[in-house]
């Protein structure tokens, strides 16, 4: 994988893990809140579980671009693989009789 691409890819992967650390604290802390009764109203979790909800959505758009960014450079990889293996070898290409070290080219 190119470095420009691993930054973006960790970027991306730093961002993602520090909404979710912090959807997680927040929604703790609402919760014990609850407990102890002096919790959210209904709409009020209404509203969290909905933003949740995106966040978890946004989150999944995020790992499956990731997946399709993985998929697409193990093709790149594959088809650069395939030219190169496709190339002719021009170390083993004919010589011509008495040109020291010339190698006969198709026009």
Avoid: N
């Amino acid at each position: 994988m190119e470095p420009q691409l691993k930054a973006v890819v960790a970027v991306v992967v730093c961002v993602a893990v520090t909404l979710i650390v912090r959807i997680i604290a927040d929604a703790s802390v609402r919760y014990a809140a609850a407990e102890r009764g002096d919790g959210l109203a209904d709409d009020q979790m209404r509203h969290i579980d909905g933003r949740l909800d995106r966040v978890q959505a946004a989150i999944d758009a995020v790992a499956i671009e990731m997946e399709r960014v993985g998929e697409r450079q193990r093709f790149t990889e594959l088809a650069v693989a395939e030219l190169r293996a496709a190339e002719p070898d021009v170390t083993h290409a004919p010589r011509l009789p008495g040109a020291h070290g010339r190698i006969v080219t198709p026009h």
